[in-house]
């Protein structure tokens, strides 16, 4: 069984959960994917077969991944992902979970500090697409509203501009 770790907590955590994944499945070929930061870290295990390592420090995307390690992982073929997490739920981990189908590997979990492995179903990455589609639909017309509302600040203050440089006309008693 090959098992993929997708690091997003502290490397003593991940560590840890590295060789409590390594007792519970004995045999299994354990590969991590982190970013450059740790990676000197991390591949120090003897545990670990492989050992992925992102373009950047900054979080997961499609971006820092890069279309390599896809490659690689897909090639790799493994049996299940796991991403370990500090809080309680898999919310804001819609990068995370957004790379997952093109991974193309079978079995997702994620767990906690616990190490309690929780599968990741389908349905629930399609109910975080929608959600996130959602707050897009009304963040879009927002983010409209502001950029006319910070083009109207512009234009206004050009005008006032312009109107202090004009020559100033004084009331003289001719014109009354």
Not at 133 to 159: H, Q
Request: net charge positive; charged share 20%.
């Amino acid at each position: 069984m090959k098992i993929l770790i997708i690091r997003t907590i502290q490397v003593p955590l991940a560590l840890k959960l590295i060789k409590e994944i390594g007792e519970k499945f004995g045999g299994a070929e354990i590969s991590v994917l982190t970013n450059p930061q740790q990676f000197d870290r991390v591949k120090e295990l003897s545990e670990l077969k492989q050992v992925f390592c992102t373009r950047s420090r900054r979080d997961y995307s499609f971006m820092t991944i890069g279309l390599m390690n896809i490659q690689k992982i897909r090639k790799s073929d493994f049996h299940s992902v796991i991403i370990p997490h500090m809080q309680a739920g898999i919310g804001g981990f819609g990068n995370v979970l957004a790379i997952l189908p093109l991974l193309k590997i079978r079995n997702w979990f994620h767990c906690s500090t616990d190490w309690k492995l929780i599968e990741i179903k389908k349905s629930t990455l399609w109910t975080l697409f929608l959600k996130t589609l959602l707050s897009a639909v009304f963040f879009i017309p927002m983010a409209a509203l502001t950029l006319v509302g910070f083009l109207y600040v512009l234009i206004a203050d050009r005008k006032i501009r312009d109107l202090s440089k004009t020559k100033r006309w004084y009331a003289g008693y001719g014109d009354l």
